[in-house]
């Protein structure tokens, strides 16, 4: 009985080790990125929605951890990729702007990345020109 625990810790310990890969994330681990940080619309129309799109490359040597993409107001939703971006490679954040919920004007949103670099947070701009139909 004692051999079949012995056997069986060995291949659970042989298993754990034998799946890392360079995807691993450990804490204090800091890289960089590069990302456009404006995305001009151009005009719309109000009503109609933004869909603007921040590609960002891992520019550093350990993989990318997006924490959050946090909007500067309600009418503004982000969604960040789900999975460490590795060194060299891009992932897209995504934002929309609900233009119902703006005014009729130049308006310009912002969107905060937290992310594993230094410095921790990252604004990119969201720019359009609103006007009605």
């Known amino acids: 009985m004692k051999s079949a625990f012995l056997a069986l810790g060995a291949c659970v310990l042989l298993l754990a080790t034998s799946c890392g890969g360079n995807d691993e994330v450990a804490i204090g681990q800091k890289t960089t990125m590069a990302v456009n940080p404006v995305f001009d619309a151009g005009w719309v129309v109000k009503g109609e929605l933004i869909k603007a799109e921040f590609v960002v490359k891992n520019t550093g040597n350990y993989p990318l951890v997006i924490a959050e993409a946090k909007p500067s107001c ?17 992932g897209i954040i995504r934002a929309n702007v609900d233009t119902d ?20 947070t990252t604004e990119v701009l969201i720019k359009a020109r609103v006007r009605n139909k």
């Open 101 to 120: 919920k703006t005014t009729l004007s130049i308006i310009s949103k912002t969107v905060r990345i937290v992310a594993n670099t230094e410095p921790g």
């Open 74 to 90: 309600s009418c503004t939703i982000a969604s960040i990729p789900e999975k460490p971006i590795q060194p060299g490679e891009t």
